[in-house]
């Protein structure tokens, strides 16, 4: 069964602080690997996408990595800020044969950026 | 970039009523779109997979007759919810598949639903 794991589940840090948040996956065969970030009551936006032959993506503040052989990645924030407060979701993709990705969605880890 | 708009973004409604959500894909076309229901502080749950121009895909659990998915142009994929209840108060996010560059599916940004 293909599964998302998220950790932590939440995290509170100071405003200008770094944090990393993990996500590990046994989705197969693997298509790509996004994160995206969810303010509360919005929609989820994009921050990366990530595939097979990518180790390493930055979008601004945030760098996300990718190991497809420990099936392994990780969001870096870099000098937090109060917007940054939200909820990030990792979503893994998968490949079939017929074409059609399927999403696994993780649960998500609900980040806090304290004053 | 591509973007996808939800309507209404709040709607509160007596049980017994039913109400439409659209889902529309604004610079893109979108021959699949997605519905997914979110509770709070949990992740999103696949509703349905709708495909333009023909029946929509439910998942597990989801009734057909209860949540009424058209998709009838390549912008635009709309959820009914018949009947609605209490206990289909929810946030529904829909998603728009984009196939280039990369096939990704853009995030609409969620219709509040409460039922009275």
């Known amino acids: 069964k293909n599964q998302v794991e998220q950790s932590p589940q939440s995290l509170i840090i100071l405003e200008g602080k770094n944090c990393t948040l993990q996500?590990?996956?046994?989705?197969?065969?693997?298509?790509?690997l996004r994160w995206y970030k969810q303010d509360t009551g919005r929609g989820p936006v994009s921050l990366t996408i990530?595939?097979?032959?990518?180790n390493t993506k930055s979008n601004g503040r945030y760098t996300a990595t990718l190991d497809a052989d420990t099936k392994q990645s990780s969001l870096h924030i870099t000098a937090s800020q109060l917007s940054d407060s939200a909820s990030y979701i990792c979503v893994v993709s998968a490949r079939n044969g017929g074409g059609a990705d399927g999403l696994t969605f993780g649960k998500g880890t609900h980040l806090i950026i304290q004053p | 970039g591509a973007v996808v708009s939800q309507h209404p973004s709040r709607v509160i409604c007596k049980s017994g009523t039913s109400v439409k959500i659209e889902c529309r894909s604004l610079?893109?076309?979108?021959?699949?779109m997605f519905w997914y229901r979110q509770f709070p502080k949990q992740s999103l749950m696949l509703m349905a997979t709708?495909?333009?121009?023909?029946?929509?895909?439910?998942e597990q659990g989801v009734e057909k007759d209860k949540f009424l998915i058209n998709h009838a142009s390549l912008t635009l994929s709309t959820l009914t919810v018949t009947s609605a209840h209490p206990e289909d108060s929810s946030f529904y996010i829909c998603s728009a598949r984009k196939l280039l560059p990369w096939d990704e599916q853009f995030f609409g940004p969620g219709t509040r639903l409460t039922v009275l």
């Open positions: 996500c590990n996956y046994t989705v197969s065969p693997f298509s790509n």
């Open positions: 610079d893109f076309q979108a021959t699949t």
């Open positions: 990530m595939t097979f032959s990518e």
């Open positions: 709708s495909n333009e121009g023909s029946k929509a895909t439910y």
